[in-house]
Each structure stands twice: as C-alpha cells, then as structure tokens.
C-alpha cells in the first residue's frame, strides 16, 4: 500500500515503519478488522507463505525454519489487528472510513493528529511482518498469529483454533506490552458488565440545561488504574446528585465515554429543570459544584484542567424520563465502584482488583425516545473469586434499582511461572547487546496470553513491545528510537531460539 507523504520514511527500522504506516492508513478499529485482514493475507500470499484466516479475521501465517536449523522448536510472535478508536471532542475524523494522520516529533515520537495512535497494536502487526518479509538469519520455525478485537473482550483469542491453524509452538512472544525494557510474565483477567436501567419517559416541564464535563486526561483503564485519573462519568454523577436536592429536575438524555476499557475523559447529560426561574442559578450551582471537585487534592494536576460548562437550551424539552428513573440513574452513578478495590498483598504495587464505568448512553427507540440508560464497565482481577464477587455485586445493584445486568467477555489471568527458558533468554541478550536486565513485572491489564495458553497447551511465553505513551487516548505516542531497540531485541532472541 502507498500514501501520498510517507510521513516515516528515513527513520529505522526503515521495513518496520513502512509496514506500521500502511497500517495506519487502514482504518482498523475492534470489529472492523476485515480490511487489515486483507492487506495481512495479500501480504502472505505475494510471499507465498502459508497462510489461515478464520471467520472472524484472525489471520495465521507459518514461516520456515532456516536451513540446517529445521530441529528448532517453532516460536509464535502474536499481537492483535484492532485499536481503540478514540478522538477529541473537534476531531471530525472518521474511524470507519478514514486513515490516520501521522506526524513525529523532534525526540522520534509518533503521533496521530486528534485521534488514538493505535501503537497498540499496530507496531506488533508491523514488527511481524517484517520479520516474515525478510527474516533474521537463522532463525526457527515462526508462525505469526495476528488475532482480531482484542481490546472488546478478547474475541479474537477465544475465536482461535489452534488445531485448524495447525499450531505447533509452544514457545510464544506476544508483542502487546507498552515499556521498553519491561518484560511482562503475567497478567490479570477480566470481564465486561452491561446494566441496562429501564427508561419511563413523561411530558417535560420546564427548560432544558446541558451540562458537559470534558477535558480529564481519561487512560488505560488497567495499566493506570492506579494513577488516580478522575472518571468523568463518575465526577457528572457527583456533581447532580449534589443538586438534587435543592433543584427540582429529570434527566432527559446522558452520554458519556467511548470504551469500557478506557478511562472516560468526557461526559455530557441534559437535564429537565421544572423551575425555570432558577435557570441561572442552577447553571451557577453546576459550576460551583466542579470547583469544589476541582480543589480537592486528591484530584491529580493533569485531570485539574478539565471543562466544566451548563448551557441553557432555547428550545423547551418534550420528554424527559421521569423521577424514578432519574433516581435509579443517579443511584447507580452514585453507588457503582470504580478504579482500584484491592492491591495485590502478595506483589507489591499491583492493583489486584479494579473496575472502570466506561460508558454511559441513552439508548433509544426509532422516534427517538428514550427506552433505557446502558452502563458499560471493565472489571480486572487475577482471581476468579474476584470476578465472582464483582459478578454478584453489579448483577445485586442492577436488580436494587429495577434494571439488568449482562456479564460477557470473561476472560482468564496469565500466572507467573516461576521457570521460563524464554524469559532467561530474553534476559541474556538484552545484557548482552544493551547492558541491560530487563525488569520483571506481572501487570494489572489484560492480555491474550492466559487464553492463547489454554488453547495451547503448555507454553513457555513472555510479553514486550516499545515504549508509548498514554495509549487509549488521543494523546498516544510511540517511540521510534524504542522501536528500533525492540525490534532488534526480538530478532536477537529468534537467531538465539535457532
């Protein structure tokens, strides 16, 4: 594929970046992977490489040990096709339809203007097809597996069939880690959590008022968990449930958050408020309710800059959702846990158990009107007692307020093994080529890994992958230097695999 301006072109590794542009100019969010799919098996298929895609779009290729080194064992390098798609609030980009526009800094970070980088995981994509265009020498067997929406739950490690693909590795480098010179050996698991409150609508009564909070750093809401970024649907939630009881209002609609896996950074609701003489002074009220939010110290600097704004709409509503539903909304705003519950008491620093609210919407019928408020949650933990007690606790708070909740997504931990040949060797050549001993960290998010071992039997795995930086966000940057670094490390290790 070709762009018009190579925007990576004169930097190294030179195939890598080439194949990473490519890739960005495809759009490719989760579930929209066909078209990346497509360039991966064309890209296969010139090469004459054997090559497996399944029906949701996984894709799998097998290379040919070197000669003279066929006795090796085979090594799967595995990274995922889809990016998070998100976008400031002016950005009119297109994820569906559009490519992204890159652009480098003077230190070698790429970035893309306005939206989500998709560093995570494109690099992986780009790193592998590199190595199968032109491979290090020797090298073992290497079958590349590239799997499909994995930030949505999973889908494509759990729709992976390792004995139709004919996977024969049991030594894997999964190339979904964010920091150089960390080498992941374990991860926690997870699963997504749907509520769905029931909407009764009635006749609006007064004047309609938006209020928008907009402008909070958001993240990844496994790796930062534990950095203390403020939940903008959480902080709306506050910020109402403070003025119930001197304002008499409904809510009308709520929006918020683009992905249960990403820390919302933005969110907006209109509310009904019957007294239309206190307009102002509600709106004041709404702001002064943010400072307070605000001036807490506890607040991180970065999340201090946010917007906070309440317009009074000239148009008077027509519906809005009645009282019981305002309270059930505002109950569950209130009520619902979010960002860390418990740290590990065994590893210190790691989060052991977490939830992120990462959206909230309106959901509507085909006039319009409002039929249900949905909330769309993260919850991570390496136990599955965890789990289970999460499970139990939102499925008990949907019930309390007269709504449902649906559990989908779960997905396994990846323990640590106390022995890994893999994780020595990675080791070795680090020191050997940088000087340096890579750190050893068992991490908070979720990876494919704990499937992928469970579909494959006993596996020898380590995960790793280049710097970046604020991933989830439209602030997501990726260093060229680490690249570089990286890629040469993983080269390394499959001419040590041989």
Known sequence: MSTTTRILSGYEPASVLSFFEDICAIPHVSGDERAIADYIEAFAKARGLSCYRDAVHNVFIKLPASEGHE???????????DMVGEKTADSTHNFATDGLKLKVDAEGWISATDTTL????????????????????????IECLFTVSEETGLEGAWAFDPVAMEATAHTMINLDSEAEGVLTAGCSGGMRTDITL???????????????LDGFTGGHSGVEI???HT???????RILSALTEPYDFSLISVSGGGKDNAIPRDCTVTVDLRDTAHAEDFARAVTAEAEKLRSE???IPADKSFTCTAEILPDPPVLSMDDKTTHAVLSLLTLVRDGVLSMSAHVKGLVAHSRNLGIIKTLTDGEGKPTAVKFSM????ASNGHLDDSQRELTALAAVLGGEATHRARYPGWDYAPVSPLRDLWTRVSEGIYGVTPRIEVIHAGLECGILCDKLGEMDIISVGPDMRDIHTPREMLSIPSVERTYRLVCETLRALA
Request: hydrophobic share 40%.
């Open 71 to 81: 006795s090796a064992p085979a090594v799967i390098l595995q990274g995922h096709t």
């Open 118 to 141: 998709g560093g995570d995981d494109g690099i992986a994509v780009a790193m592998m097809l590199a190595i199968l265009d032109n491979p290090p020498q020797p090298h073992p067997a």
């Open 198 to 212: 029931p909407v009764t609508c009635e006749s609006a009564e007064g004047v309609a008022v938006r209020v928008t």
């Open 226 to 228: 534990h950095e203390g």
């Open 231 to 237: 939940n903008a649907i959480k902080a709306m939630g």
């Open 297 to 299: 110290p506890n607040m």
């Open 378 to 381: 993260s919850t991570r933990s």
